[in-house]
């Protein structure tokens, strides 16, 4: 998996990466939406489109031992971390060649070489695994940190709270963060949450938290340096809210009727893209002829991805009984 | 060869395996500082210190959860769940997360860790603490189950238990704590071999835990010869041998303390039944606990659970007539 890792290392070491990272991930999941509407997608998808902002910020400052459970909604994330488009595509359209060899599907992805657990398809399920996976570090004495990345849903469930628990009195080095969406499901958090800034949940594990603008990176990079920092230098752990919008439904055909006028629209305005293309342009990173180059260049490269997996083999079916016992034979 | 009671010989097991790993850590409600509410962690928070041996809140999810993102980085967690009832709340994070990461992840993470559970009837603790609950987790491809029935399989078992890549819910029946064994620490058990308790020719008894022993004193008032297997290992249960000893005997008993319904029992009946249909020469049979919670009351207690002399019973008439007995309830008029 070295094109993993060195995709990796690039989003660490280059601003103008995480710019063409956010254009890759776009694409991707427009691509994902097409192929799942034409029928070449089976089961279930759950796009990001509007949260590349905090995929983007969290791959540029973790290290590659450093680890990170996510959900079900996790295309961003895994591409972000440096799994390649081939080997994410390849796992939704369930191809041997995708990076859980076609048994995990879109909502199972993983790469250990990055530091991506198995992403998981239950509510809450990461947030103790990345507990544990910090207790490990701790009582290794390792430098490590464990971020655990959900949404807002999450909060409701008990796995949040016992797990944000278990971390303040252990002072692991964990990092929470929720991705505030506004929606958990098909319903807006109002209707599901009576309160509408969620980090102060944190507050009761005596954790330290705040909320930070989910559709900037660099402002994203700020608050996760400092949690990150205070996990390395055994601080304990820390609880973000990035305030972000989905701006697709749920998952699969989901058109979000639910949603009150005009809401989507206006959060368009604050695309994470657009938010970091504006910036790049005014300090000269980016202009309108590269910029159109860049999104023309993501557009052709993510249409040969797609070409190109739609031809990869498909498992043998005795892969069915493969990767069930550790230590076994397959 | 030292004799120990089946608590102690928990603790031994855990002791040494601490010993020789420095990967081996333990956490779960009460262990460190109380020493466990059943005294299964005595003398570990002193030998091994806070690091490594934790209490942690009353929050099975989490430390479950935690026990799995320690095992995948390479640590290998033994949890204590007080009562497997309690692992209820936490079921998610042993069946649909630990079970599923090796295959989850290409086969590039692995989860060695340990879920003990007391588990069983017979102490008084009333319906809510006193199930065994293996049906909870058998059919979970990922999860190996193991039983204890005495100290020696308490040590032998939970050593291997720690040794394995794989998770493992190893149950604890908590009737057995305070009975004593022989315990040789160098004899080694596999997980997924079944022991041969004793060899006999009329009939073989599969049994597990606390059962094991009920069998045992069933067979020796019955005058006849019964071959008992400890099975131990739920998953993978040990096919081979059930499967030699029934060809021998002709004639399968399985004395499980689980309601009729749905238990690991009627696995074994089905294959072996699968198997050996032409060689029988008598109805493969269950003797179990009733349809019914476990009541409290030391009456109705010492009635949820097959007796020796129950099972006696339907051993003779399955010997002597080759037809399945009524259940032992109804034979013993209790319903």
């Known amino acids: 998996m070295t094109n993993s890792i060195s995709r990796r290392s690039e989003i660490r070491s280059n601003e103008l990466a995480w710019y063409e990272r956010m254009l890759e991930i776009r694409e991707f999941e427009n691509q994902v939406n097409a192929l799942f509407a034409s029928g070449s997608i089976r089961g279930t998808t759950h796009l990001c489109n509007g949260q590349e902002a905090l995929d983007i910020a969290i791959a540029s400052l973790l290290r590659n031992d450093d680890v990170v459970a996510a959900t079900y909604r996790s295309h961003g994330i895994a591409l972000a971390l440096g799994l390649t488009p081939h080997s994410v595509l390849a796992e939704i359209m369930g191809k041997a060649t995708g990076c859980a060899g076609g048994v995990g599907g879109s909502m199972h992805l993983c790469d250990k070489s990055v530091g991506l657990l198995p992403t998981s398809a239950i509510i809450g399920g990461g947030m103790p695994i990345a507990a544990g996976a910090a207790l490990s570090f701790q009582i290794r004495k390792q430098d490590r940190v464990a971020l655990a990345l959900f949404g807002d849903g999450s909060t409701n469930i008990g796995s949040f709270h016992e797990s944000m628990n278990l971390a303040s009195i252990w002072k692991l080095p964990v990092i929470y963060i929720c991705d505030n969406n506004v929606y958990g499901e098909y319903s807006r958090i109002n209707l599901t949450t009576p309160i509408e800034d969620l980090h102060i949940r944190a507050e009761s594990y005596a954790m330290p938290h705040e909320k930070v603008d989910g559709m900037s990176v660099y402002t994203l990079r700020e608050a996760l340096e400092r949690a990150i920092e205070r996990a390395r230098s055994g601080g304990g752990p820390t609880f973000i809210e990035a305030k972000t919008y989905r701006f697709a439904g749920h998952s699969r055909a989901d058109q979000a009727p639910y949603r009150p006028v005009g809401e989507l629209e206006s959060w368009k305005s604050r695309d994470p893209i657009l938010v970091l293309e504006n910036q790049f342009k005014e300090s000269g990173k980016l202009t309108e002829d590269s910029i159109a180059a860049k999104k023309m260049e993501t557009e052709k490269r993510i249409a040969e991805i797609v070409q190109e997996v739609q031809n990869d083999p498909e498992p043998l079916v005795g892969d069915i009984f493969k990767n069930i016992w550790a230590g076994s034979r397959s | ?335």
């Open chain 2, 1 to 335: 060869m030292a004799d120990m009671r089946v608590r102690q010989a928990i603790v031994q097991a855990l002791s040494d395996e601490m010993s020789e790993d420095p990967n081996v850590i333990l956490f779960g409600e009460d262990i460190a500082a109380a020493e466990g509410p059943f005294k299964t962690s005595e003398g570990l928070l002193d030998k091994f210190g806070p690091e490594r041996v934790r209490d942690t809140p009353i929050s099975e999810m989490a430390f479950t959860g935690a026990a799995v993102g320690a095992a995948m980085m390479g640590m290998r967690p033994v949890i204590e769940i007080m009562f497997m009832e309690f692992l209820g709340v936490a079921l998610d994070q042993l069946v649909t997360e630990a079970a599923k990461m090796h295959y989850l992840s290409h086969g590039e993470y692995s989860v060695p860790m340990v879920v003990r559970a007391s588990n069983a009837s017979g102490l008084g603790f009333g319906s809510q603490h006193s199930q065994t609950l293996e049906n909870w987790v058998v059919a979970t491809p990922g999860l190996k189950v193991v039983t204890l029935s005495d100290a020696q399989s308490a040590y032998s078992l939970l050593r291997a238990a720690i040794r394995e890549p794989n998770p493992v819910m190893f149950l604890e029946p908590r009737i057995l704590y305070a009975e004593r064994g022989p315990v040789d620490t160098s004899i080694k058990l596999e997980i997924g071999k079944a022991r041969l308790i004793q060899g006999g020719n009329d009939v073989t008894m599969v049994a597990m835990g606390n059962m094991v022993n009920v069998a045992k004193q069933a067979a020796k008032q019955s005058s006849l010869s019964c071959e008992i297997i400890d099975l131990s290992t739920l998953v993978p249960w040990d096919r081979q041998t059930v499967l030699a000893s029934v060809k021998k005997t002709k004639r399968l008993i399985v004395v499980e303390e689980a309601p009729l319904s749905g238990g690991w029992g009627s696995e074994i009946v089905a294959e072996v039944t699968s198997n050996l249909f032409t060689e029988l020469i008598a109805p493969p049979i269950r003797i179990t606990t009733p349809d019914t919670p476990v009541p409290f009351s030391g009456v109705l207690e010492a009635k949820f659970t097959p007796a020796p002399d129950d099972v006696t019973r339907q051993l003779k008439y399955l010997v002597e007539t080759n037809q399945a007995p009524k259940p032992w309830w109804v034979m013993a008029g209790l319903h």
